[in-house]
């Protein structure tokens, strides 16, 4: 049997927005200018191993990307082979709820994925930076799994498996889309096919594979089944005690208790989970069952009462931390309020409108000085803008089309970070 390296998860680059001052993210955020054919980077925004990924844009329209920068020096052959497949597997799948891979550029020492951008990032950073104790309602939770599902689907038309599903290869695009990514494990399969390798990561990793047997799709159903459980939770099913290892994982798995203790879901929910979280594969949840699940397909019906004390709850963390730290504050009700900050761009809304908790968010943020919104936006200026104004003067002014998109995509990447939203308020105004 061929044994690989297990896949180790990465390091988180964001910290939670309940952390006073500014974030880990704001602290170490590298910004460069390198060009790679026609795409602009402008920052680092995810690192691995072997592989550093950065937010970039088109050098034409400024249409953001998400480019992955791969070191060659640093992999094998059987890796190299995978970087390869992960572009031309994506290059067969097109859909909303699968991360679309538009480019393949090639240097001497690196290899250059360009993907969609993903505004969220990944999945497992999205429930820490929004979720109180990384714990997801069950509404929105299910929200989540029928987006997977719909990818889910296309994969299993081209017979493909995943082989490394986990919060962190799952991407949060624009409107909470949701988008499965990382596919450089993945694998066409052949009906009732197994594999032998050992590869993925040890939390999400099905118990045949930690054994060193075979396998087949079903490897899949079980990193579903330790997602779901994660999203409601916090944290995974099975955790092995300090400094077991792998053989710690593979003691919980085989003692088999899965503790509901304290999540507040339902029965049909609970039953679901532990179906997909069977040892024996043989007896596990297939995907025919696992979408046709009255929870998964969405005929049972989830009341969500999470929004019922949302403003209550915003105006006590703005009471505990007063206006010692109003920067973080706004941070705060940001990233808590993205549908409120889209339709800022789009309506005049006002603090007369008899909607409390837009209102209150207006009243927090005129206390954040204009002098300091335009002193932190004309350092973002400073930085990238000098990049940007000759690629813009190449446009042809003479095509309406592509100018108007130009500057749209041009503001859209502007207003994509904070400042600038705070800014445009002001303007507003």
């Given at each position: 049997?061929?044994?690989?390296?297990?896949?180790?998860?990465?390091?988180?680059q964001?910290?939670?927005?309940?952390?006073?001052?500014?974030?880990?993210?704001?602290?170490n955020?590298?910004?460069?200018?390198?060009?790679?054919?026609q795409?602009?980077l402008?920052?680092?925004?995810?690192?691995?191993?072997s592989a550093?990924?950065?937010?970039?844009?088109?050098?034409?329209?400024?249409?953001?990307?998400?480019?992955?920068?791969?070191?060659?020096k640093?992999?094998?052959k059987?890796?190299?082979?995978?970087?390869?497949?992960?572009?031309?597997?994506?290059?067969?799948?097109?859909?909303?709820?699968?991360?679309?891979?538009?480019?393949?550029?090639?240097?001497?020492?690196?290899?250059?994925?360009?993907?969609?951008?993903?505004?969220?990032?990944?999945?497992?950073?999205?429930?820490?930076?929004?979720?109180?104790?990384?714990?997801?309602?069950?509404k929105?939770?299910?929200?989540?799994?029928?987006?997977?599902?719909?990818?889910?689907?296309?994969m299993?038309?081209?017979?493909?498996?995943?082989?490394?599903?986990?919060?962190?290869?799952?991407?949060?695009?624009?409107?909470?889309t949701?988008?499965?990514?990382?596919?450089?494990?993945?694998?066409?399969?052949?009906?009732?096919?197994?594999?032998?390798?050992?590869?993925g990561t040890?939390?999400?990793?099905?118990?045949?594979?930690?054994?060193?047997?075979?396998?087949?799709?079903?490897c899949?159903?079980?990193?579903?089944?330790v997602?779901?459980?994660?999203?409601?939770?916090?944290?995974?099913?099975?955790?092995?005690?300090?400094?077991?290892?792998?053989?710690?994982?593979?003691?919980?798995?085989?003692?088999?208790v899965?503790?509901?203790?304290?999540?507040?879901?339902?029965?049909?929910?609970k039953?679901?989970?532990?179906?997909?979280?069977?040892?024996?594969?043989?007896?596990?949840?297939?995907?025919?069952?696992?979408?046709?699940?009255?929870?998964?397909n969405?005929?049972?019906?989830?009341?969500?009462?999470?929004?019922?004390?949302?403003?209550?709850?915003?105006?006590?963390?703005?009471?505990a931390?007063?206006?010692?730290?109003?920067?973080?504050?706004?941070?705060?009700?940001y990233?808590?309020?993205?549908?409120?900050?889209?339709?800022?761009?789009?309506q005049?809304l006002?603090?007369?409108?008899?909607?409390?908790?837009?209102?209150?968010?207006?009243?927090?943020?005129?206390q954040y000085?204009?002098?300091?919104v335009?002193?932190?936006?004309?350092?973002?200026?400073?930085?990238?803008?000098?990049?940007?104004?000759?690629?813009?003067?190449?446009?042809?002014?003479?095509?309406k089309?592509?100018?108007?998109?130009?500057?749209?995509?041009?503001?859209?990447?502007?207003?994509?970070?904070?400042?600038?939203i705070?800014?445009?308020?002001?303007?507003?105004?």
């Open positions: 049997m061929n044994k690989e390296k297990v896949h180790q998860k990465q390091n988180k964001q910290s939670s927005p309940k952390t006073k001052g500014k974030s880990n993210e704001e602290k955020e590298k910004y460069i200018a390198k060009k790679v054919g795409y602009l402008i920052k680092e925004i995810g690192k691995g191993t550093v990924v950065f937010k970039g844009v088109t050098e034409r329209t400024f249409k953001k990307v998400a480019v992955k920068q791969i070191q060659i640093k992999l094998n059987k890796q190299l082979d995978r970087v390869q497949q992960e572009f031309e597997i994506l290059q067969k799948i097109k859909h909303k709820n699968i991360v679309q891979v538009l480019d393949m550029k090639k240097s001497e020492n690196h290899t250059y994925l360009v993907f969609e951008y993903c505004q969220h990032g990944n999945l497992d950073n999205y429930i820490e930076n929004y979720f109180e104790n990384k714990k997801m309602s069950e929105k939770v299910q929200q989540v799994v029928q987006q997977l599902v719909e990818g889910l689907k296309v299993q038309t081209h017979k493909i498996v995943h082989r490394d599903l986990k919060l962190a290869n799952i991407l949060v695009g624009e409107d909470f949701i988008k499965i990514a990382d596919f450089g494990f993945a694998k066409f399969s052949q009906d009732d096919a197994l594999f032998s390798t050992t590869l040890p939390i999400t990793m099905c118990p045949e594979i930690l054994d060193g047997k075979q396998y087949n799709e079903k899949d159903i079980w990193s579903l089944g997602i779901i459980y994660q999203m409601v939770s916090g944290k995974p099913p099975f955790m092995p005690n300090h400094g077991t290892g792998i053989k710690g994982l593979r003691f919980k798995i085989e003692e088999g899965i503790d509901f203790t304290g999540i507040n879901i339902s029965e049909i929910l039953e679901l989970i532990q179906s997909m979280l069977v040892k024996d594969p043989q007896q596990r949840m297939g995907f025919k069952q696992f979408f046709q699940n009255d929870w998964v969405g005929s049972y019906k989830i009341v969500d009462e999470e929004d019922l004390n949302l403003e209550a709850s915003l105006k006590g963390q703005f009471l931390n007063g206006q010692k730290d109003i920067s973080n504050i706004a941070l705060i009700l990233k808590k309020l993205t549908d409120l900050i889209n339709n800022i761009k789009n005049n006002s603090c007369n409108q008899n909607k409390p908790i837009e209102a209150y968010l207006f009243e927090l943020l005129v000085t204009e002098e300091k335009n002193e932190l936006y004309k350092q973002f200026e400073e930085k990238f803008c000098p990049l940007m104004k000759n690629q813009e003067q190449q446009i042809d002014k003479t095509d089309k592509n100018l108007v998109e130009n500057q749209e995509n041009q503001n859209l990447f502007l207003e994509d970070n904070q400042q600038c705070l800014r445009y308020y002001f303007a507003k105004k």
